[in-house]
């Protein structure tokens, strides 16, 4: 019996793969942008999987056990943060993975609406740390990259100088078209569904004139609905930004009031490369110049 | 009733009094309030009765321990009958090798895939008859030692657990409000069992995923006359991606038991079946059907069958939630009840993350 037991023990430890020093990292990450982010810093050859998938509604994400058993042999798993994902806990909780780095990309952020006072839920789904949606804010991006180079030159020292000078050079780019951007979406107004793109108006000089929700994740009543359509009308802004998993029929409603302009974007890039989260932000810069 | 009270205040003293002030709200549990009120008219054979009751109030804390350790301990009060210890867990997630981890403390038993749900995220309202026939009201519920591993697989998950049990799950016929008269002499104390399962799951295509399963519970159902019960479940779970908020699921379950011959009971063997569809309509609706049979635990051959409809609203996410449910209830030797439902839901507290 003894043996039988030894045995099995035995059998669990070799099955279990670890990742050995000279390996490149692996990654799983929430969210396609924190994902494209840590590909920036890793290069290539990194194994980065993610989580939710960027049509989805990340603030209700089904944990599945394909993800627990990817993030088992993860060396890192990587959070949005600000109490979007929450579920995150589960899946690290539930990938038994003992040398698992949990890292809060949030920690590097400017953080913006950060509530005063009491928070409760008859403010509606409010993040009592402050807006989650940091990532929609390309020099949010470039201090994650620097944070994450930290990190992860720590668990590859070898490989350090080289994650630094990939973060610079995703950092830089963020800069650079940072700048363009700014040019191009300065003074621009526009409307949106939930409160996902107050980052990227902030660092754009962007407007943003009405929301959708009269409250976050609360769905409109017709008065308030109406109240929208009065403030598009007025201001002339048509384009509200929507993701994908908001019901429509709200934006159906202004479309038909005002001539509102369905901006279906979601709030992450496609793919969690750096191309792909530079170019869904082109992607809503553009729709902000569409007329 | 008074031992689950006693027990009850002295976890929450302990919580209490062992947590020193100045880290009392950075790390405070997380705390949870989920309150479930019911407005019935039931018809039966002509006679009609209406009812609003407060059917349950579960109060949960829940939270880390330490890196690798979390625990969970759940109290149910149902109406005027007393508080119950539905959980109190202590789990090593991340503490154990190959990825293994460890559950002790009373708990839903890892059997089946609806089983260690709790009763309010049911759209259907209520746990399957099978379960409240075979293990009692809520299902099969017992203290256990279980050990959960993570196959080191790729494409497929597979997760298999081995526990044992305190034994009391396998008595059957827990109701709420009934006296606990398990272990009153040395003759009817459980005796200790083993529980097991085994689970499958896959992601075929990007929007269709699949959980198969079969688990077994073992062990003596009658102290007295020492007679054994083995129960064994099959299991799958069907989930259908149809948009970014829109999805169909469709579950099964089947459990069969084989119960020894006693000194008051033949050999038994009852079978029952669960049967789900649900559609998630959009971020807020959701609709199904369920259908499903029992046999009765103690005579195999007497049959309740049960279908049903429901329709859902989350005002926003779980915080709210209300449920109409309308079924009907055919027992083999009494007239078929048919009932309306209203259920209103509130959830105080952190948002639980969706398992599949």
Redesign the interface.
């Known amino acids: 019996m003894h043996r039988i037991l030894i045995g099995l023990g035995a059998a669990f430890l070799a099955l279990t793969p670890r990742a050995d020093a000279g390996e490149p990292l692996r990654v799983v990450a929430s969210t396609t942008d924190v994902g494209a982010i840590a590909r920036a810093v890793l290069g290539d050859d990194a194994s980065v999987e993610i989580v939710a998938r960027p049509d989805r509604d990340p603030h209700a994400l089904e944990v599945r056990p394909s993800t627990m058993r990817l993030t088992a042999k993860a060396d890192f798993y990587l959070k949005v943060g600000l109490s979007l994902d929450l579920w995150a806990d589960d899946i690290v909780r539930g990938s038994r993975n003992r040398d698992l780095k949990v890292v809060d990309c949030s920690q590097w952020v400017e953080v913006l609406e950060k509530p005063a006072g009491k928070v409760d839920l008859s403010q509606g789904d409010v993040h009592p740390e402050g807006n989650p949606h940091w990532w929609t804010d390309p020099l949010n991006a470039a201090a994650v990259a620097r944070g994450l180079a930290d990190a992860f030159g720590r668990a590859r020292p070898d490989d350090a100088d080289r994650f630094r000078t990939n973060a610079e050079t995703f950092a830089a780019e963020a800069e650079r078209r940072t700048a363009a951007w700014r040019e191009r979406a300065g003074g621009a107004r526009f409307a949106e569904y939930h409160r996902s793109w107050v980052y990227f108006a902030y660092r754009f000089g962007a407007e943003i004139v009405a929301r959708v929700e009269p409250l976050p994740g609360i769905p409109p009543s017709a008065r308030q609905l109406q109240e929208t359509a009065d403030v598009l009308k007025a201001t002339g802004v048509r384009a509200v930004f929507r993701d994908p998993y908001q019901t429509p029929s709200p934006v159906r409603f202004l479309e038909r009031e005002v001539g509102a302009r369905d901006v279906l974007i979601p709030t992450s890039c496609e793919e969690p490369t750096p191309e792909s989260y530079f170019a869904h932000l082109e992607r809503a810069i553009a729709a902000l110049e569409a007329r | 009733m008074s031992r689950s009270i006693v027990f009850a205040w002295a976890a929450a003293f302990v919580l209490v009094c062992f947590v020193p002030p100045a880290l009392a709200q950075k790390l405070n549990p997380d705390l949870s309030v989920i309150g479930d009120v019911r407005a019935q008219a039931v018809d039966t054979d002509g006679e009609s009765t209406q009812s609003l009751e407060l059917h349950e109030v579960e109060v949960g804390l829940a939270g880390?321990l330490n890196p690798?350790a979390?625990a969970a301990v759940y109290l149910g009060i149902h109406g005027t009958e007393g508080i119950e210890v539905e959980e109190a867990k202590l789990?090593l997630?991340?503490?154990?090798?190959?990825?293994?981890?460890l559950t002790a403390g009373q708990s839903l038993l890892d059997f089946g895939q609806i089983n260690p749900r709790h009763r309010h995220a049911f759209p259907w309202l209520d746990a399957p008859l099978m379960h409240q026939e075979f293990f009692g009201e809520d299902g099969a519920r017992d203290v256990t030692a279980r050990l959960?591993?993570?196959?080191?697989?790729?494409g497929?998950?597979i997760?298999a657990s081995a526990g044992v049990l305190g034994g009391t799950s396998l008595l059957g016929g827990h109701d709420h409000g009934a006296e606990d008269d398990s272990g009153d002499t040395e003759e009817d104390a459980p005796e200790l069992g083993a529980s097991g399962r085994l689970?499958l799951?896959?992601?075929p295509s990007g929007s269709v995923?699949f959980?198969i399963g079969g688990s077994v519970l073992h062990g003596v159902y009658d102290p007295a006359d020492g007679a054994h019960a083995t129960w064994l479940d099959v299991d799958a779970k069907f989930?259908v991606d149809l948009g970014?908020?829109r999805k169909l699921v469709l579950q099964v379950e089947g459990v069969k038991g084989t119960l020894e011959a006693s000194e008051e009971t033949s050999t038994q063997d009852p079978t029952g079946y669960f049967a789900v569809a649900d559609l998630r309509l959009?971020?807020?609706w959701n609709v199904g059907g369920w259908a499903e049979s029992t046999a009765e635990r103690a005579e195999d051959s007497i049959r309740t069958n049960r279908y049903g409809g429901f329709v859902g609203l989350q005002l926003?996410?779980e915080?709210t939630v209300f449920r109409v449910v309308a079924r009907r209830t055919s027992p083999d030797e009494a007239p078929a009840t048919n009932e309306l439902i209203l259920q209103a839901l509130f959830s105080l507290g952190?948002?639980q993350?969706?398992?599949?």
């Open positions: 880390a690798y979390s789990t997630d991340r503490y154990l090798p190959a990825s293994l981890a959960d591993w993570l196959a080191p697989t790729t497929v998950a997760r689970e799951f896959a992601e995923s959980a989930n970014p908020a959009d971020r807020r926003m996410e915080t952190p948002h993350s969706h398992r599949f």
